[in-house]
């Protein structure tokens, strides 16, 4: 028979009805922790087809069978038949692959279960200075589960906390007996008979694969399983504490954290946002690889991170649990390191998902998220969950947060600011301001836009972490401005400072905002930098977007690009999850500096060839610093541990730390282009607009100091400090094959915000003759 090509839907990474289906009345109740009566989705499907064995061994039984007394011309016919269907290898287009098919499906095997601890989550509670939560999932309810934790690695001494309990149904892939998943595809033949295989056969580079086109074909069976919550609490605050967690013969491999300090000790944390591994690539391209290797080179570089951030978007599904276990079981080493915080995501709201992977706390309706608030040594952190987005009476435009979320943060940050915390971190997932479409897009963010900006400005919140947008983003520090274009301005009132080695720090009433582009191969161009013909060709819900309005939104980014190009942002906002180009940040805060250093790394994880860690490259570097700021004192500093340096270099003669970089390896390849004035902003649209991007951003490259440690983690010493990265990044970037005519169209375009040809501070007097980095500055507080 003569093979189909098909028609494949993308599967929404919100409704996955094509996979669930409708759920039963014992299903609901075993959601509950009830008893369930509910098989398997196979044995509750129609019986299948029955199919013919493989082709090579029906032939030969064909030509042994011998004619039984039941024998009928029309058994004869179907015999034929049933041989000439065989004789034909059966394959199927599967975006760039032929793959063999079968008429019978694989033999569905049960979902593997066990008691050991499994998607482990050491989380941040409300008093981070004398609690800590975890969660973990496990087969069975068993009796002694429990946590201990003590402030010795043989866990002698160990505090014994017991755990809660519920039973919960979680939704599996089906798999074959090799634990491949199984596709089917429907229509193959004239007939409408269904085909299948499974992805084991799926190669890296299929790119219509990576992109989702054939996710609909994959089935769910439901499992039984038990979630296990405990909370150690009267810990010592500003202490490191170790812990193993489970029941009897069924304990975790150690873990450890740290409590907050109780009183303003500086703190370091990073953070790293959608990671968002799709189940349909966990055979193909494992994307969970490079969500949980970008943690791990996050907490290298860091050395002595007190906690990670995780900006939403853990998953891609997550109604499908095999994203979870792939995500949390491949990052359980970073996981095992170092306390989380993990905000919402729009993916990780399937039911009550987020609050069942994760032990936080609930301040309002456990479906699609939470939002809460912790102090950190001195500095307030806010968690948002912009997934608050239900039509109702209390939100009846269905902004991305509720009048209810709004008014809490409004309390929350005013008595932060009134206990006189030195930072202001509000972090959620849904940008305000980003480089790519969803920012000015998305209908529940533009109706809550007007208001979230205005209490952020209000309470002078220091600074905004997002994701959603997968694009590298950093905002000049913006206020609040209803009468203009995205309702934000640049805060002129800014006060540059200068140190004795050339690093600048920036005294401002504005709030930076940041997205550290994404941790996962799922990345987004950064549409806003291209052409508005580009814009409209691509977002054709953004066509209202004027020129007048596209420069000026420009000018409100210090930094806006995709260092990962893809061949697919020529008609797309999105790649085909195919990037090896991952982001994330490390924030070093003190009592008076909060410094942010974003970091780079590229290469295929999957590749056995690569390095376990891949090198990180610094590429942007900020100083937010408040009133408490001393210049004076910073520079007497200085002086001293340089003298103290050269004193040691004397001592040491001939040592090297690091390696100089050469230039080839320090640019990251991007050729160098002149910005042009486009984008410069329009002044009389605000009063309090600032368009000089000197500003807020370096124009010097000066060698700074004392920013690297000799004795930090063995990765920082191979830390490159990247020269600009952003030759040609505020314009569209080139896809293979264009021509250099058209990529000076589209730079004519670009906004002069000083991301572009400026120079950059060396950072780390260790580090001198690595590279350029930016450097910005801080933050005056209004108390």
Do not use: C
Request: charged fraction near 25%; proline fraction near 4%; avoid cysteine.
């Amino acid at each position: 028979m003569a093979n189909r090509k098909y028609k494949h839907l993308f599967l929404s990474g919100l409704i996955t009805v094509s996979l669930l289906g409708a759920y039963s009345q014992s299903t609901l109740a075993a959601e509950e922790g009830l008893p369930s009566q509910t098989t398997t989705a196979a044995s509750q499907a129609a019986p299948a087809e029955q199919a013919p064995a493989p082709a090579e061994d029906q032939g030969q039984a064909a030509a042994d069978a011998e004619p039984t007394a039941e024998a009928t011309p029309e058994a004869d016919q179907a015999a034929e038949d049933q041989a000439d269907q065989a004789a034909e290898e059966l394959t199927a287009q599967v975006g760039n692959q032929e793959v063999a098919v079968s008429y019978e499906k694989p033999e569905v095997a049960p979902v593997e279960q066990s008691n050991d601890p499994d998607r482990i989550a050491t989380t941040i509670p409300s008093d981070p200075s004398s609690e800590m939560a975890f969660n973990w999932y496990t087969k069975d309810a068993l009796e002694d589960a429990h946590v201990i934790v003590s402030e010795h690695e043989d866990l002698s001494d160990g505090k014994r906390f017991e755990a809660q309990q519920k039973g919960t149904q979680t939704n599996h892939l089906e798999r074959d007996q090799d634990g491949n998943v199984i596709y089917e595809l429907a229509d193959y033949d004239e007939e409408g008979r269904s085909v299948y295989f499974t992805d084991d056969v799926i190669a890296q580079d299929n790119h219509d694969w990576t992109g989702g086109a054939y996710s609909d074909g994959a089935s769910l069976q439901p499992v039984m399983e038990t979630i296990n919550k405990a909370k150690a609490t009267g810990l010592k605050a500003n202490t490191t504490y170790y812990y193993r967690l489970g029941a009897t013969g069924h304990m975790s491999p150690l873990g450890t954290f740290k409590t907050a300090a109780a009183g303003q000790d500086p703190f370091k944390f990073v953070h790293y946002t959608d990671t968002q591994n799709a189940f349909w690539n966990e055979n193909a391209r494992n994307e969970a690889a490079f969500g949980a290797q970008t943690l791990n080179e996050a907490l290298a570089v860091a050395g002595d991170a007190d906690f990670a951030l995780h900006t939403g978007d853990i998953v891609e599904v997550s109604a499908v649990e095999d994203e979870w276990k792939d995500i949390m079981n491949q990052s359980q080493a970073g996981y095992l390191n170092v306390a989380h915080t993990f905000v919402p995501g729009n993916h990780d709201t399937y039911k009550t998902s987020y609050v069942d992977h994760l032990n936080v706390p609930i301040t309002n309706s456990e479906d699609a998220g939470t939002y809460y608030s912790y102090d950190y040594n001195g500095s307030h952190f806010v968690v948002l969950n912009t997934n608050d987005n239900q039509k109702d009476a209390d939100n009846p435009n269905g902004a991305a947060l509720s009048n209810e979320q709004l008014s809490w943060l409004d309390n929350d940050l005013a008595d932060a600011r009134q206990r006189g915390v030195n930072w202001l971190v509000v972090t959620y997932h849904k940008p305000l301001y980003s480089s790519s479409y969803h920012s000015l897009q998305d209908a529940d963010v533009q109706a809550v836009r007007e208001d979230l900006i205005t209490i952020l400005d209000k309470h002078d919140v220091d600074l905004v972490l997002n994701g959603h947008d997968h694009v590298l983003t950093t905002t000049k520090p913006l206020v609040a401005n209803i009468d203009v274009f995205s309702d934000g301005a640049v805060d002129k009132q800014s006060d540059l400072l200068t140190d004795d080695q050339g690093r600048e720090f920036l005294m401002t009433d504005g709030t930076m905002f940041v997205i550290p582009n994404a941790a996962g191969t799922k990345l987004y161009d950064d549409i806003y930098n291209a052409p508005l013909e580009h814009i409209h060709k691509v977002r054709p819900k953004l066509s209202h977007m004027t020129q007048e309005d596209l420069d000026y939104y420009r000018s409100l980014f210090d930094r806006s690009d995709q260092p990962g190009d893809s061949p697919y942002f020529e008609n797309s906002h999105s790649n085909n999850r195919e990037s090896s180009t991952q982001n994330f940040g490390v924030y070093t805060v003190t009592p008076d500096e909060l410094r942010i250093d974003l970091y780079q790394v590229e290469g295929n994880v999957l590749d056995a060839e690569t390095p376990e860690l891949r090198q990180p490259k610094l590429i942007a570097s900020y100083s937010l610093i408040n009133d408490q700021f001393d210049l004076a004192a910073h520079n007497a500093d200085l002086a001293e541990n340089n003298q103290a340096g050269n004193e040691e270099a004397g001592n040491q003669e001939g040592d090297q730390v690091v390696p100089p970089v050469k230039d080839e390896e320090a640019n990251t390849g991007k050729e160098e282009t002149p910005k042009g004035d486009a984008g410069k902003e329009d002044t009389n649209k605000a009063d309090n607009t600032d368009t000089d991007p000197e500003a807020t951003v370096s124009g010097k490259a000066e060698e700074a100091g004392n920013h690297a440690k000799a004795d930090q983690d063995p990765v920082v010493a191979v830390v490159e400090a990247a020269k600009a990265d952003q030759a040609d990044k505020g314009g569209h970037k080139e896809t293979a094959g264009e021509k250099q005519a058209d990529k000076e169209v589209k730079a004519s375009s670009l906004p002069a915000t000083g991301q572009e040809a400026t120079p950059l501070t060396v950072v780390g007097s260790l580090l001198a003759g690595l590279g350029l980095i930016f450097t910005f500055a801080g933050k005056k507080k209004v108390k």
